[in-house]
């Protein structure tokens, strides 16, 4: 008798209990997390003030650079909280692989390790990567040629493991300036084919310098 009369007092309270909890819960949410955005950009020093240039023009002044130490043209990947006008509060900065397009080199020094593809797109005049590959411990190499033999405007992406053994995916970000394609062009668009090795294949893409 004694032992159903102690359970059924334990299922009574149970509820009870679980309703204190939930209040409890309740009264100690996290408060809502500031908006960001996470961009690429170019780096824009004037003195020793760092600015950041986004690819749609739009120039960012931040209101305090922390822990910061890159050069005039970097290219970076930003994370930050927009404030007013065009300030901005930085949460992290973090270079890229910053190139240009390379002339002569095409073929003996271009290599096609294969990558796996995440985003490909032209944005502030440069062309712009988000790759995946294997590595374990040894630097990657990555250029980017043009094909002076092609009457087109032919860019190779190279990519050299180096030998480094298989190891674990990792993301790598990438940018090259495409003022070259300009010589001849003006400033009229320019278009071009961008060919990248994969996993699966050579992929090729039609893209264009506006």
């Known amino acids: 008798m004694c032992y159903n009369y102690t359970m059924k007092r334990h299922t009574a309270i149970l509820p009870v209990f679980l309703l204190l909890l939930l209040f409890s819960a309740c009264e100690k949410a996290p408060e809502r997390m500031n908006d960001y955005l996470v ?15 986004l690819d749609n023009g739009r120039l960012l002044i931040p209101e305090e650079v922390k822990n910061y130490s890159g050069e005039e043209g970097q290219r970076v990947v930003l994370n930050y909280i927009p ?24 073929p003996e020094r271009y290599s096609d390790n294969p990558v796996k593809i995440r985003s490909v797109w032209v944005g502030g005049n440069y062309l712009n990567l988000v790759i995946e590959t294997e590595y374990h411990n040894a630097p990657h190499s990555v250029a980017l040629f043009r094909d002076s033999s092609s009457a087109s405007a032919d ?3 190279s990519h050299s493991s180096n030998n480094d053994p298989p190891g674990y995916p990792k993301m790598m970000y990438a940018s090259f300036l495409l003022a070259g394609l300009r010589e001849q062009a003006g400033s009229s668009p320019v278009p071009f084919r961008f060919f990248i090795n ?11 310098l506006k």
């Open 39 to 53: 961009e690429f950009a170019t780096v824009v020093k004037e003195n020793s003030n760092y600015r950041f240039r």
């Open 83 to 106: 404030l007013e006008g065009d300030a901005v509060k930085i949460n992290f900065v973090s270079d890229i692989f910053t190139g240009a397009i390379q002339p002569a080199g095409f």
């Open 155 to 157: 860019l190779y992406f």
């Open 198 to 208: 994969t996993y699966t294949g050579m992929r090729i893409f039609e893209l264009e």
